[in-house]
């Protein structure tokens, strides 16, 4: 996977780091769990991040492509969501966007504003 480096970073968490690839003209993400401290620990929580991932079958769950575990470090494999993470959506970080009137609109014209 060549877009591992920086520039491709999407997140960053407490269990690794989330980068965005193409892999056979498929976008995804690739979540990169590095092992240098507490290597069993770490590919324990990996193991069972995927272990849910492809338990758990749902719309409103990533699908998890793949995983390849080594020596120093782990991927996941998954599909590639375009707006953002759950994470911040719960939290808003990025707020939505504001509503829009259309002043000209009869309704909104007719509508009395209570204060």
Known sequence: IENLNDRYIIDRGAHGVVYKAVIDQLVCSVKKVEFE???????????????????FKHRNLIKCYGCW????????????????CLHDTLHEKKPPPPLTWNVGDNNFNKTKLLI
């Open 37 to 55: 401290w507490n290597k069993k620990k770490r590919m324990n929580i990996m193991r069972n991040e995927i272990e849910v991932l492809e338990k």
């Open 69 to 84: 575990i080594g020596d120093d470090y782990g991927l996941i494999l998954s599909r590639f969501m375009e707006n953002g």
